[in-house]
């Protein structure tokens, strides 16, 4: 097989988002091992560092966003403008790459399902498409919910329904539909409608496993007209060099070793989400008081309006002394496969969920929007291994939280469930299992592309 791909070239084209890239350069660096040459045409903003992935060629293109859409922090905006505005760069540069190789011959074009106009590109230059999405389906179906539901004039709700059921979807409520604050429903629909557009697709590649989301692959799988491939987890198929947007700050490992084992919180709320001050204080009397040792990512940024670490209460770190660690920036897969750790504090986004259901490690949820808020119901209602914080972030109730996760026998219970999970995730990963057998029918398809 290694033979036959080398003069395949694969072109990829991620999201310029932390949780698309790094699940689309991890599918890279599998697909490099299959013999794949890889190319990544990429956008300048949150361009990916070259010198992680030396076996990879990157291009970057003109995305020309202007400073205020990216210092906005408006996504949906930001996605709807790449979209709009790459059209003509990405087309110079996939020509290019053609003509520059005639003898290296692009197999396809791997795109993220957000950056939908590299379809049209693709197809006018007579080159396969395959689209990878980044986050679960459940997540992708409670997304076509949301678009259903508005059309019917269910969305927006009132506060009262909140806790209403969606109709069809146990146990989501309509709280926990991936909407979005970020923009108005029109601009979030465009994006949907578009990355749900399959039509020109050779496959659709899902980074995700059977034994998590079996009922929901099996309802996508009758609703779509494309060959599709869930070969998740992505980052343990291969192991794949870190693609960190942010510099990793790892002296924190030094610190985890002398924690004992399982005794640790780990509190990351990604690369995206932010929490007020005020959020920030209750986090802090909330960790501190639940006397558990803790390592706390504080992301710049990830407090409104302030770089965040110099806004933590006055008192609080005299307070946890060595019994907590902050870093701006954590290696967050090392970090949960070390023995120390022994919960997760998350916003659940799905690379987080995935990496921390991957190392059997139990999780508080914290959502903040978008599929975090799918997400998080399913950590705490379907695969029963957290808890979800419901109500306004209080210190009386993070520290309650803390101490049933790390200490309770209801965490204990879920500790079991999760190392249960782990272990269905590392069969389905084995020879046998459902996501090594998707692995290898997907390079097939490449190969007779
Ligand atoms: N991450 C990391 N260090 C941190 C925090 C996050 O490496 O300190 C990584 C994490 O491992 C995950 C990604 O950033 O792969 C975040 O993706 P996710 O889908 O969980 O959330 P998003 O950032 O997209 O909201």
New binding site residues.
């Given amino acids: 097989m290694e033979k036959e791909t080398q003069s395949n070239r694969l072109v990829l084209f991620p999201c310029p ?3 698309h890239i ?1 699940p689309m350069l991890q599918l890279g660096s599998f697909l490099h091992s299959k013999g794949f040459s890889i190319t990544v045409i990429h956008t300048q903003f949150n361009s990916p560092n070259p010198s992680n992935h030396l076996d990879f060629t990157f291009f970057p293109i003109q995305d020309g966003l202007t400073s205020e859409e990216i210092s906005s922090g408006n996504l949906v905006a930001i996605l709807l403008a790449i979209n709009a505005n790459c059209k003509v760069s990405f087309r110079q540069r996939l020509a290019q790459v053609k003509e520059q190789e005639p003898e290296n011959k692009i197999t396809c074009v791997i795109h993220d399902d957000l950056m939908y106009f590299t379809k049209a590109v693709a197809k006018d230059l007579n080159i396969p498409n395959i689209m990878l999405r980044t986050t679960s389906v459940t997540n992708f179906l409670a997304r076509t919910a949301v678009l259903q539901l508005r059309s019917k004039g269910h969305i927006p709700f009132p506060d009262s329904q909140s806790l209403s059921p969606v109709p069809g979807f146990h146990p989501l409520r309509l709280k926990d539909l991936p909407t979005t604050n970020f923009d108005t429903f029109e601009k979030y629909s465009e994006l949907v409608v578009n990355a749900c557009d399959v039509r020109t697709a050779s496959a659709i590649v899902w980074n995700t496993t059977d034994c998590l989301e079996q009922s929901s692959l099996a309802q996508i799988q009758q609703q779509c007209p494309v060959p599709m491939f869930s070969i998740g987890p992505f980052h343990k198929i291969e192991a794949a060099a870190s693609s ?1 947007l942010l510099e ?1 700050d790892t002296s924190c490992i030094a610190w985890l070793d002398k924690q004992s084992n399982s005794s640790v919180i780990y509190v ?1 709320l ?4 932010s929490i007020s001050e005020k959020e920030l204080t209750e986090m802090a009397w909330g960790l501190a008081n639940g006397k558990q040792p803790f390592l706390w ?1 504080i ?1 710049p940024g990830s407090v409104s309006g302030s770089d965040g670490i110099e806004q933590l209460p006055q008192g609080f770190i005299e307070a946890i002394g060595e019994r907590g660690y902050i ?1 701006k ?5 090392e970090v949960l496969s070390h023995r120390a750790v022994g919960g997760f504090w998350s ?1 659940c ?5 995935l ?1 921390s259901l991957s190392e059997g490690i139990p999780m508080i949820c914290l959502p903040s929007f978008g599929d ?1 808020k799918v997400h998080s119901r399913y950590v705490s209602q379907v695969w029963k291994v957290g808890l979800h914080l419901d109500n306004e972030l209080e210190r009386g109730e993070i520290e309650r939280a803390v101490r049933k996760l790390m200490v309770d026998a209801d965490g204990e219970v879920m500790r079991v469930r999760a190392k249960d999970l782990k272990e269905k995730i590392e069969v389905s990963l084995r020879n046998g299992g459902s996501s090594y057998k998707f692995l290898n029918k997907l390079v097939e398809l490449i190969m007779s592309l």
């Fill in positions: 988002l932390q949780g790094s960190s990793v990351s990604g690369s995206v989400a990512v992301r870093v920036w954590a290696p967050q897969r916003h986004g799905w690379n987080s969920t990496e975090q």
